[in-house]
Nanobody
């Protein structure tokens, strides 16, 4: 059974940094595309970024490009989201996701289960102004 567990959320001042982690179990995750999405109060879930199985390719939403970086350690089945220059509008619950469908267009844009069948429980990130 696939399980994804996020950690690293918290409260930080605007301009600060946080690093989220997502540990996976129950599968061979070196072949999985891994993604990050977020959901702010009253808003729909939003795609943040994704990383290919090898880690050689990444893709980011325009809203976070240049500030957020996704990396992975396949030996640890863990993916990371380094968030720098945080803004109040980055406040949201952050979810990690996984899919074993290759590096597809939907894996680089879609925040739904159509693209990612496996999801973590989410971790809260709050940016204070």
């Amino acid at each position: 059974q696939v399980q994804l567990v996020e950690s690293g959320g918290g409260v930080v001042q605007a301009g600060g940094s946080l690093r989220l982690s997502c540990a996976a179990s129950g599968g061979t995750f070196s072949t999985y595309t891994r993604g990050w999405c977020r959901q702010a109060p009253g808003k729909e879930r939003e795609f943040v970024g994704a990383i290919s199985a090898s880690g050689g390719s990444t893709f980011y939403a325009d809203s976070v490009k240049g500030r957020f970086t996704i990396s992975r350690d396949n030996a640890k089945n863990t993916v990371y989201l380094q968030m720098n220059r945080l803004k109040p509008e980055d406040t949201a619950v952050y979810y990690c996701a996984a899919a074993n469908r290759g590096w597809t267009t939907s894996s680089r844009t879609d925040s739904s289960r159509n693209a990612y069948p496996y999801w973590g429980q989410g971790t809260q990130v709050t940016i204070s102004s």
